[in-house]
T-cell receptor, first 112, second 114 residues
Framework: GAGVSQTPSNKVTEKGKYVELRCDPISGHTALYWYRQSLGQGPEFLIYFQGTGAADDSGLPNDRFFAVRPEGSVSTLKIQRTERGDSAVYLC??????????FGEGSRLTVL | KQEVTQIPAALSVPEGENLVLNCSFTDSAIYNLQWFRQDPGKGLTSLLLIQSSQREQTSGRLNASLDKSSGRSTLYIAASQPGDSATYLCAPQVWNNAGNMLTFGGGTRLMVKP
């Protein structure tokens, strides 16, 4: 596609529920990133994919968070047993040949 | 671990002023540095990418400089306009064993008043 696409744009869920957030990167970009942004702060790194594999998942806060990219294109961030502290904007980005990152519009997650 | 600081955290100026936004980072072994703009409730829009071998990049009224050895970058905005109001984020990139890693500063929230 022309840009990085993220769905849903907004997700409201109850504490304890399971959530999936989807990212469709720019066509041909092999590297994909997930970041999390809380209100008034800069984005914080979660996980980085090179192709199908997670090259660096050191930013995932705990084992309730998991991400996959089975075919090296679309990625899904999965959050189990959501907590109120998980409320944030989840940003996805893919990287071009020059090293420039292109971000999607984000998925705003609210856990009640 | 890379730490990125942006000063000032917030800035309010009248239209027409020339502005300087500062970014400092602790790990100077960077691959490149990228400046982004973020409007409220939106994603990040790339403004400028400076490769580590470059000292500056220009796009329209924006100019970004990079002093890699001192761990600093500056975003200069000429003749500011109300439409420039947004949060500006810098993100130096380093290569680690996993690949290309970006670390963000907390941003500078800019308000340009008509």
């Amino acid at each position: 596609g022309a840009g990085v696409s993220q769905t849903p744009s907004n997700k409201v869920t109850e504490k304890g529920k399971y959530v999936e957030l989807r990212c469709d990167p720019i066509s041909g970009h092999t590297a994909l990133y997930w970041y999390r942004q809380s209100l008034g702060q800069g984005p914080e790194f979660l996980i980085y994919f090179q192709g199908t594999g997670a090259a660096d998942d050191s930013g995932l806060p705990n084992d309730r968070f998991f991400a996959v990219r089975p075919e090296g294109s679309v990625s899904t961030l999965k959050i189990q047993r959501t907590e109120r502290g998980d409320s944030a904007v989840y940003l996805c980005a893919s990287i071009g040949n020059t090293g420039e990152l292109f971000f999607g519009e984000g998925s705003r997650l609210t856990v009640l | 671990k890379q730490e990125v600081t942006q000063i000032p955290a917030a800035l309010s100026v009248p239209e027409g002023e020339n502005l300087v936004l500062n970014c400092s980072f602790t790990d100077s072994a960077i691959y490149n540095l990228q400046w982004f703009r973020q409007d409220p409730g939106k994603g990040l829009t790339s403004l400028l990418l400076i490769q580590s071998s470059q000292r500056e990049q220009t796009s329209g009224r924006l100019n970004a400089s990079l002093d890699k050895s001192s761990g600093r970058s500056t975003l200069y905005i000429a003749a500011s306009q109300p439409g420039d109001s947004a949060t500006y984020l810098c993100a130096p990139q380093v290569w680690n064993n996993a690949g290309n890693m970006l670390t963000f500063g907390g941003g500078t929230r800019l308000m340009v008043k008509p």
